[in-house]
């Protein structure tokens, strides 16, 4: 499949459908080497990956459920529950968080941003070309102030 090919065929799958098996650890190292191959205004790789497999998505989801839970008392288990099971939908979790620099004297907050993004998006294409669907989602967690400030766009695999 060519380059054009790819993009146009790229498209992305809820992570409630995505099953196993992931990419195994080559693989996920390919599509991570090229998801930093992305416009990066000196060097400064304003994001951070983390890789979570499903120990480290339990270890989440068991954080997340005790959030709702504590911001929702009245809640029903089911959904307690529901946000436990959150970042497990799908066989591997990446978290891609911003680290900008809002003091930079030469690159401004939304060229940081952007290149943010084109991470995330060559993430996406590169899990296609690799046969893998792949989604994109931001959620409740990543705008929580538990969390890192600002987005953190999410990919799974």
């Known amino acids: 499949m060519d380059t054009l090919d790819l993009l146009l065929t790229r498209r992305s799958i809820s992570a409630k459908d995505m099953g196993e098996p992931g990419p195994d650890d080559a693989t996920l ?7 930093i191959r ?23 989801g068991d954080v997340l459920a005790r959030i709702y839970a504590e911001q929702n008392p009245e809640a029903e288990e089911r959904l307690v529950e529901l946000e436990r099971r959150r970042p ?17 004297p030469k690159i401004p907050v939304m060229e940081q941003q952007l ?10 294409v590169a899990a296609h070309a690799s046969g893998f669907a792949a989604q994109w989602l931001t959620e409740w967690p990543a705008y929580h102030p538990a969390g890192a400030p600002g987005a953190r766009p999410r990919a799974r695999y």
């Open 29 to 35: 190292n390919r599509i991570l080497a090229a998801g």
């Open 38 to 60: 992305v416009p990066d205004h000196g060097k400064l790789g304003p994001w951070r990956i983390q890789v979570l497999r499903k120990p480290g998505q339990a270890a989440l």
């Open 88 to 104: 497990q939908r799908a066989p591997i979790l990446l978290a891609v968080t911003a680290r900008i620099d809002p003091l930079h």
């Open 115 to 124: 290149s943010g993004g084109a991470l995330c998006q060559n993430i996406l």
